[in-house]
């Protein structure tokens, strides 16, 4: 009843029917970077970063966690950041203290079988 899905809109519960849009492709609307996987990176406040990645383009279907794994400073220890699960958008937040050094890091996911890829 309370399904994106639910149609028709504001109906009561007993009037709606359930209707899904076929070969509706949804997308991410943060598209700035230029690449394929990494599709978008803003600036949300001070030294914070949000960097959006399109893991839908990754040859795996199923998955326990995303992740990304870079490091906390340049020339620093390297640690995992959590990732936003919002599809159609993934993303992560970044705090990079340095404006002229760049921020290097990995990215994958755990899949349902335990294993990093």
Same mark, same amino acid.
């Given at each position: 009843?309370?399904?994106?899905?639910?149609?028709?809109?504001?109906?009561?519960?007993?009037?709606?029917?359930?209707?899904?849009?076929? &070969?509706? %492709?949804?997308?991410?609307?943060?598209?700035?970077?230029?690449d394929p996987i990494i599709t978008g990176v803003e600036k949300i406040g001070g030294n914070a970063y949000r960097i959006f990645?399109?893991?839908t383009r990754l040859p795996i279907v199923n998955y326990r966690?995303?992740?990304?794994? &870079?490091? %906390?400073?340049?020339?620093?220890?390297?640690?995992?950041?959590?990732?936003t699960d919002n599809y159609p958008c993934f993303y992560t937040d970044v705090v990079w203290?340095?404006?002229?050094?760049?921020f290097e890091f990995s990215f994958g996911v755990v899949k349902d079988d335990g294993l990093t890829e």
């Amino acid at each position: 009843m309370c399904s994106v899905y639910k149609h028709p809109v504001g109906a009561e519960p007993n009037n709606t029917r359930f209707r899904v849009k076929l &070969g509706e %492709k949804r997308i991410c609307p943060h598209q700035n970077a230029g690449d394929p996987i990494i599709t978008g990176v803003e600036k949300i406040g001070g030294n914070a970063y949000r960097i959006f990645i399109d893991f839908t383009r990754l040859p795996i279907v199923n998955y326990r966690q995303l992740f990304v794994h &870079g490091q %906390k400073a340049p020339n620093d220890a390297w640690m995992d950041y959590p990732v936003t699960d919002n599809y159609p958008c993934f993303y992560t937040d970044v705090v990079w203290p340095s404006g002229s050094e760049p921020f290097e890091f990995s990215f994958g996911v755990v899949k349902d079988d335990g294993l990093t890829e």
